[in-house]
């Protein structure tokens, strides 16, 4: 039995699987150009179809395993299995803050028009996090599935 081929979403499809939000894997580069893996944490996110952006309220604080994150180059993947075919998004680029004057209005808007889930996984109250947005405006976004049988 060979394995799959994979086929490239097209912009349309993609954006129906990223839908308004979800969670997947955040990866951050060492900020410090370090030779050191990148920090890979779980995070929800918001997607924002019509600016092709996501949104993500990541934990910040003392306590947050999460290097700096102002214009920290990233790659963000979310996966899924639809109708038992796998289908997943990689968009990469560096993460901006949401406060930013240049940005503030652009990004309020762009929070109106996405879902981002709030996920427990502080082991501790969600109140009691502190949290800050940031948007990735992706330099590269791909879009792969997995092909459907020849019959």
């Known amino acids: 039995m060979s394995a799959p081929d994979a086929v490239t979403m097209d912009d349309d499809e ?17 900020d410090d150009g370090a030779d050191e893996p990148p920090h890979s944490v779980p995070v929800s996110y918001g997607y924002d179809g019509r600016k092709e952006t996501f949104y993500f309220r990541l934990a910040v604080g003392s306590d947050s395993e999460k290097p700096p994150l102002a214009d920290r180059a990233v790659t963000f993947v979310t996966y899924d299995t639809v109708d038992d075919r796998w289908h997943s998004v990689v968009a990469s680029g560096r993460l901006e803050g949401t406060t930013d004057d240049e940005i503030s209005t652009e990004s309020l808007a762009g929070l109106d028009r996405v879902g981002i889930p709030l996920v427990d996984a502080f082991g501790r ?16 976004l791909t879009g792969r599935k997995e092909s459907s049988p020849e019959v």
């Open 125 to 140: 109250p969600t109140a009691d996090v502190q949290f800050e947005f940031h948007r990735l405006v992706p330099d590269s």
């Open 14 to 30: 993609r954006d129906e699987f990223l839908g308004t939000g979800g969670v997947g894997v955040l990866s951050l580069a060492p």
